[in-house]
């Protein structure tokens, strides 16, 4: 048993090893991913669910590591905002988001809104306002096709600081919307005083309405009714099948994102969920 012990302690420090190993090595490459071009955008589609119809998508980042392959964002993320380069991140995904955007309506599509996550640390950099405002002024982009999403961590004791920023952004046309809703500790009618015009139940709570019959639900159709007795509209994430989707649909909930209709994909597979302008 001894023997054991002594083994599986080494096993666990190696392991540690390389995850420190790994993670000191993206550390490092970080800083020259974007103008190495291993960095991409998916965007994964946000479907009313009474019309069928994609009217926002939702940009997730991709690091494609030359030696470790792909890398998944909440891996890399959270070494991004320790080092920095979140910041210089942020300005390229919201850059290149607004330009696909603008391409596509150029193309004569009908437009949609973008979603672009926001961490803490983008979120309450000094004029925020005033960097994305010249990012939709460099693209031509109009203000109410970009959406922002920051989670309840971000608000969460900067509320003052954050009430002003929402409110400046929404008076600019933005939209802004509450990511990961329901999985922090703060209630629910706290977290819908702040102006935001979305919100976008955790993919948790999702999952567990087939498992359980109470919780869950009781919890995401609340979420529903006082978000509409609000005025904010209510998105749900990771919906991977019919019985979650039916679920949803009785209680109102405005929009559905999960592998149920799609992953997130590249630009130019996203084009098949787009339709002609005229024909909106
Ligand atoms: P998130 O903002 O909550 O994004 C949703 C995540 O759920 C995405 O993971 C998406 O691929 C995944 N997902 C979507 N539908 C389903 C489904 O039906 N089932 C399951 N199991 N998963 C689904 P992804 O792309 O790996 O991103 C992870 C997190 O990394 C994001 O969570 C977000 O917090 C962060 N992230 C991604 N891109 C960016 C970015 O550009 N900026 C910042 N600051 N954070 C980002
Ligand atoms: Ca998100
Ligand atoms: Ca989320
Ligand atoms: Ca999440």
Not at 21 to 38: G, M, P, T, V, W
Not at 74 to 98: H, N, Q, R, T, Y
Request: overall charge negative; glycine content about 6%.
């Amino acid at each position: 048993a001894k023997e054991q012990g002594k083994n599986r302690y080494k096993v666990f420090h190696s392991g540690m090893n390389i995850q420190s190993y790994k993670n000191f090595i993206l550390r490092n490459d970080l800083r020259k991913a974007i103008e190495r071009e291993e960095l991409s955008i998916v965007y994964q589609p946000r479907v009313d669910i009474e019309t069928g119809k994609v009217r926002n998508a939702e940009a997730l980042l991709r690091w494609n590591h030359p030696n470790w392959g792909p890398v998944s964002p909440a891996e890399f993320i959270p070494l991004a905002e320790e080092s920095g380069d979140i910041m210089a991140f942020g300005d390229w995904i919201l850059k290149s988001v607004c330009l696909q955007n603008k391409a596509w309506q150029q193309a004569g599509y009908a437009p949609i809104q973008i979603s672009v996550n926001f961490s803490a640390q983008q979120f309450l950099q000094k004029d925020l306002v005033g960097s994305i405002q010249q990012i939709l002024k460099e693209t031509e982009l109009g203000p109410e096709w970009l959406e922002i999403e920051i989670t309840e961590s971000t608000i969460l004791g900067n509320e003052e600081i954050i009430t002003r920023t929402l409110n400046q952004l929404r008076k600019w046309g933005i939209r802004i919307s509450i990511d990961d809703f329901g999985t922090g500790y703060s209630s629910l009618s706290y977290l819908m005083r702040f102006p935001v015009h979305t919100i976008k139940i955790d993919r948790s709570f999702i999952s567990d309405i087939s498992k359980d019959a109470s919780h869950s639900q009781t919890l995401i159709s609340s979420i529903i009714s006082l978000a509409h007795g609000l005025h904010m509209s209510v998105v749900a994430e990771g919906v991977e099948t019919e019985e979650q989707l039916d679920f949803l649909k009785k209680y109102q909930c405005d929009e559905a994102q999960g592998y149920l209709y799609s992953p997130p994909v590249p630009a130019a597979e996203f084009e098949a969920f787009l339709v002609p302008a005229l024909s909106k």
